[in-house]
């Protein structure tokens, strides 16, 4: 099922503005729909400027982000 920007958005109001948000893949299908949004309490940030894999942990850290899988 698709996810429209709206229902998002009334996902995430209530967070604050520097929530991070990272994504994480559910299938390899390219350009598929977002399968779930996902908000993790204790997230660990491995490096703010990766531009690869894994610059967030999802576990073991006291960080809030908001993941979206697809």
Not at 17 to 42: G, N, P, Q, W
């Amino acid at each position: 099922m698709a996810l429209t920007l709206g229902d998002f958005l009334k996902q995430v109001e209530n967070l604050p503005r520097d929530t991070l948000l990272c994504v994480a893949e559910v299938d390899e299908a390219f350009a598929a729909h977002v399968e779930e949004v996902e908000i993790v309490e204790d997230a660990r940030l491995q490096n703010r400027k990766a531009e690869g894999t894994e610059a967030v942990e999802l576990g073991n850290g006291s960080q809030r982000v908001v993941v979206i899988r697809w």
